[in-house]
């Protein structure tokens, strides 16, 4: 399974934020995509999963173009997205914004509602068993019935994560997973994506958390003004000079 992103560009407002870029991420690599404030990785992400459509370019996914797919086209087939600026339900509680994320809910059908309540019953079950293992897992259970917006900045984060990852997805891009999370759960939260890695997801992350993010990826893209500027081994691109320039703010 692969992500491909070809000759993509976007400006706002004649200022061009993402500038023909193109890479191809394996899900096989786990990927992190790093670059100095305002390179444009976020705005990346959002041409990748549909929020902002790119001006030029495609994007490919397992080969199939689907830049003219919606986001929710584009969740379908199984890309998930967290936002740097987390976007819970504020009104909703912790859990139901877990429940809410949940792909495959069978009661949204009527036939199966009026006809099929039995497997609705069943994966309703499930769901609920798939948000508090998702809630233990992230340290949530105790707020779980506390409406999302009450939450701290960091707490906010997780339940991110937790809704992108009840979508079971099959490609995750991550927007600064770790901004606001302390250390000890940072460590978990590597772990488990470790682990779901290994069994196929693909992982695009941007985190500005460099030695977090070199302890997992195999490979990292560096972004610079728009531009993707080096692509390696996070040793080979950590000790870039073009790449440690962009980050002081020397560049040519
Ligand atoms: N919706 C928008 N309208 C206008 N300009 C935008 C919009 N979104 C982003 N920009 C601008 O595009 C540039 C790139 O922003 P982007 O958020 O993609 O950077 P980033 O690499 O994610 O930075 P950071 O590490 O700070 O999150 C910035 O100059 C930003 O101000
Ligand atoms: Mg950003």
């Known amino acids: 399974m692969s992500l491909g992103v070809h000759g993509v560009n976007k400006s706002f407002g004649g200022l061009r934020v993402v500038d023909d870029v193109s890479f191809q991420v394996q899900a096989a690599e786990l990927t992190g995509l790093i670059g100095p404030n305002g390179a444009g990785k976020s705005t990346l992400f959002a041409v990748i999963s549909g ?11 397992d080969g199939h173009e689907i830049q ?20 819970p339900f ?38 609920v068993a798939r948000a508090d293992a998702m809630l233990e897992f992230l340290g949530l259970t105790r707020v779980a019935g506390e409406r999302a917006g009450a939450l701290s900045g960091g707490q906010q984060k997780l339940l991110e994560l937790g809704r992108a990852l009840m979508t079971e997805p099959r490609f995750i891009l991550l927007d600064e997973p770790y901004a606001g999370v302390n250390p000890v759960l940072i460590e978990e939260i590597e772990r ?56 002081i703010g020397g560049g040519p």
Request: aromatic share 4%.
């Open 192 to 247: 488990r994506i470790r682990t779901l890695s290994e069994q196929g997801t693909g992982f695009l992350i941007v985190e500005h958390n460099l030695p977090a993010l070199a302890r997992l990826a195999a490979r990292l893209l560096v972004m610079d003004r728009g531009r993707l500027i080096a692509s390696g081994t996070p040793a080979q691109v950590l000790a870039d000079r073009a790449v440690q320039e962009a980050y």
């Open 51 to 61: 929020f902002q459509p790119a001006d030029a370019g495609c994007v490919r996914f």
């Open 68 to 87: 003219r797919l919606s986001a929710a086209a584009r969740a379908r087939l199984g890309i998930a997205r967290t936002f740097q600026v987390p976007r």
């Open 90 to 127: 504020a009104h909703l509680t912790v859990r139901e914004n877990l429940l809410t994320g949940a792909r495959d809910q069978p009661g949204e059908h009527v036939f199966n509602l009026l006809c099929r309540p039995g497997v609705v019953r069943q994966r309703e079950r499930q769901i």
